[in-house]
Each structure stands twice: as structure tokens, then as C-alpha cells.
């Protein structure tokens, strides 16, 4: 799935953000939180600042790293886009976290998403995601 961010009266081959392979890890009874996952491709320089959805009452972007011999995640403030190059959000790495969930997330069904973004200039853009719902990461091809 690919989705693109048009900007204003720019047509779709001039997109500013192409979102390929999103989607969420599917959540169990109980679970609060999950991970949202995806490849963001920047027509030209942009940060990634906050993600929004109506499905958790918290969404932030995270980053997971070693620290000494532990494994350590944080949300961080922004994750840069370099014009032309995939960043992959992943598990693992750098990624959304959806918290404090308001229903649980069930395979099969979508979630809204809302990124975030902000040019080199300063203006904030926002992309509307559809994220499909997944027990494990869908097969590449």
C-alpha cells in the first residue's frame, strides 16, 4: 500500500511524503499500547514532529536503542526526513507508539493516523494514514 501527502494544488507525482508497507501490530485484551510501523519517503527535506489518532488517548513517535547492554525506548521530538531517502519505521527501532488505547486493535481493521511534519521553512504539514492492523508485519514483495 502507498499512500502520498499532496500539498495544496500539487499533483499526486509531485507528492511531498510516499508511505509504503504501514501498519499496526493488532492489540490483546488488556493491552494499552501498541506500535505502528511504516517507510516514509520524502520528496524533499522534512522532520517528522507528532503523530495523531483518535484510537489512543497518547501517540508519539519512538526511538529504541542499546544503552550499555539494555535494549531502552523513548519517545523522541522529531525524526528527520532527508529528501529522496526511505526512513523505515520499525519494530525495533524507530517507530510510532499508540498508548492508552481506547479499543482494542483488531487484525484486519484499519486506524486512522495523522503525521505530523514540518518543512525546512518551519510550516507544519499534516498526512492522513489509513494503517492497516496486523498480528506481525506484512510480506514484502
Known amino acids: 500500500m502507498t499512500l502520498m501527502l499532496a500539498a ?9 511524503v510516499r508511505v509504503d508497507g ?5 492489540s490483546v485484551q488488556g493491552q494499552s499500547g501498541t506500535g505502528a ?7 524533499e527535506p522534512l522532520t517528522l514532529v507528532g503523530v495523531s489518532t483518535p484510537v489512543a488517548g497518547v501517540a508519539e513517535l519512538h526511538e529504541m ?4 547492554d539494555v535494549m531502552k525506548m523513548r519517545a523522541i521530538e ?14 525495533g527501532g524507530h517507530h510510532l507508539m499508540l498508548m492508552e488505547l481506547k479499543m482494542p486493535l ?32 506484512p510480506h514484502k514483495h
Open 8 to 16: 495544496g494544488a500539487m499533483q499526486a507525482q509531485e507528492a511531498a
Open 22 to 26: 504501514a501498519w499496526a501490530r493488532a
Open 37 to 43: 510501523f511504516m517507510t516514509l519517503t520524502a520528496r
Open 65 to 68: 536503542k542499546m544503552e550499555g
Open 78 to 91: 522529531g525524526l528527520a526526513l532527508p529528501g529522496g531517502r526511505p526512513v523505515e519505521l520499525k519494530p
Open 106 to 137: 483488531k487484525p484486519d481493521t484499519r486506524v486512522p493516523v495523522t503525521l505530523h511534519l514540518r518543512d525546512a521553512k518551519g510550516a507544519l504539514r499534516k498526512l492522513e494514514v489509513s494503517v492497516p492492523v496486523a498480528v506481525r508485519a
